[in-house]
């Protein structure tokens, strides 16, 4: 059968409204704004398969990307090797290792025809070369600070002799932390017009018009489509009608800034009006996002692509937008709002409607979708370290559960083991252990109180990773020197 691969970065799995998305809903409404909707995200898992209880096997952005290409483990970053020129510098941040299959390899020499359309932007840095096994291949440019267009063209935001900044920062410590990314944003964004000019828009028509291109072979079920959007990560600034959803009526520059890009770390440089809008703006990103996708869902049913093709939508990780007085992604910060991820799959022979409570991996998506394919000879135990979730999505035997889960960001690690919740640095350092019966919402650190049970998970920990976890000096810094906010 086809498969469609859809990855959204630092999607939030309580924004969106198959999950329940009941603290993000309230939180809006009572300040005045909607609740959290996503109903195309909530039709795909009502015509497939929702997992509660899916977690990236490691992160950020790159050593996600590594795994959901290969199906292998980036944890525990024991290779890591810094790329020259690279945007970011992270244990686990760099290319697929040569001796590893990917996915689109894999089903290239099964005879299928592969595509990859992303904007996702680290896949545009010098020496990151994740194309490999595609056929075509197509690269928004633009997030972020992509180095794309000339700087000048900032100037648009700002007008004549005008700060193209001031809209967008909350004082002057905002302002030098993201004045070289805010800057180079704004000049690339400069030329947008409609909705259709945005970003997450751009990857969804193309990706629609690749299978319309493709999709007489898409009835024999040969079309293998990674669509992989940076939306909703920061940047957010998605059309205003959006926002408007969430926070009416508010102004920038009477209310506070147009905060659509936090300095991670803790969350006390916003004022609460401001926190509102950037939550809001996240959440119009979101919605936009749930939108486009809704018309790629669309133009698979219209091309008759439906009842022979796996859908796959999957996050990579969440983003921290104040809880725990936090904004960002951040290691030592594992908390559910950033490992805890949405991941939902249509199988043309599963059963809707469907939750599945096990502990499942990102990863195992690779096997799940070569299943799908019917590639011949692969042994997933020899080839890929994920699980196929098939049996999950058909209710047919043969699934086996994991007793726990290991995941890192940079020189911290992640356990989940039955009830506990262990967050600590790779050395042992700065544990935060959790019970959840007791503390769903992760308030209370009991290492203090329970060190034996501390020394138990990470041992598990270790045991995991094959020895001690690396414990890489090198701080995570731009290409520029700087470092990230």
């Known amino acids: 059968m086809n498969v469609i691969c859809i990855v959204a970065d630092s999607l939030r799995k309580d924004h969106v409204g198959c999950y329940g998305t009941t603290a993000a809903s309230a939180w809006f409404t009572a300040r005045g704004g909607a609740p959290v909707q996503t109903p195309n995200l909530d039709r795909l898992a009502a015509e497939g398969t929702l997992f509660e209880r899916a977690y990236p096997e490691s992160l950020p952005t790159v050593p996600v990307r590594r795994a959901l290409h290969t199906g292998r483990r980036a944890f525990p970053f024991r290779d890591w090797r810094p790329v020259k020129w690279d945007i970011v510098y992270l244990p686990g941040w760099q290319p697929i290792p040569h001796d590893q299959d990917t996915v689109a390899e894999r089903l290239a020499r099964a005879g299928y025809r592969t595509a990859f359309v992303t904007d996702t932007l680290p896949y545009f840095a010098p020496g990151l070369n994740f194309t490999r096994g595609f056929h075509q291949w197509h690269f928004v440019r633009g997030q972020q600070q992509d180095r794309y267009h000339s700087l000048s063209r900032a100037a648009a935001f700002g007008g004549p002799d005008a700060d193209p900044l001031a809209r967008f920062v909350t004082g002057p410590r905002h302002r030098e932390r993201l004045r070289h990314t805010l800057t180079q944003y704004l ?45 909703p990560h920061e940047p957010w600034d ?34 609460e009006a401001e926190l509102r809008h950037l939550r809001a703006n996240y959440a119009g990103e979101v919605a936009m996002v749930d939108h486009w996708l809704g018309r790629l869902l669309d133009k698979i049913d219209v091309l008759g692509l439906r009842d022979n093709t796996l859908v796959v939508f999957i996050s990579d990780h969440g983003h921290l937008l104040g809880e725990h007085g936090l904004v960002g992604k951040l290691g030592h910060a594992l908390y559910p709002e950033l490992i805890d991820i949405p991941l939902l799959i249509r199988h043309p022979n599963g059963k809707p409607g469907r939750r599945v409570h096990e502990p499942v991996y990102n990863l195992d998506i690779v096997p799940t979708m070569l299943a799908a394919a019917g590639v011949p000879g692969t042994t997933w135990g020899d080839a890929v370290d994920g699980r196929d979730l098939t049996p999950l999505l058909t209710g047919a035997d043969g699934w086996r559960s994991r007793q726990y889960l290991t995941s890192a960001y940079g020189t911290f690690a992640w356990i989940q083991t039955g ?16 019970v959840l019966h007791d503390d769903p919402g992760h308030e209370r650190n009991l290492a203090g109180e329970r060190p034996d049970l501390v020394r138990e998970l990470f041992a598990l920990l270790r045991d995991d990773a094959g020895g001690d976890l690396p414990a890489y000096e090198r701080p995570m810094t731009y290409a520029d020197g700087s470092r990230p906010t």
Do not use: K
């Open 187 to 231: 000049a690339n964004v400069s030329g947008r017009r409609a909705e259709e000019d945005w970003f997450a828009p751009r990857v969804y028509r193309q990706a629609m018009r690749w299978l319309e291109e493709n999709h007489e072979v898409g009835r024999e079920g040969r079309l293998f489509l990674l669509i992989d959007h940076f939306d």
């Open 238 to 271: 998605p059309p205003r009608h959006y926002v408007e959803l969430y926070d009416p009526g508010y102004r920038p520059g009477r209310d506070g800034a147009d905060v659509i890009h936090p300095m991670y770390g803790v969350a006390d440089w916003l004022s």
């Open 419 to 434: 009830d506990y919740v262990l967050n600590a640095g790779v050395d042992g350092a700065q544990p935060r252990l959790i």
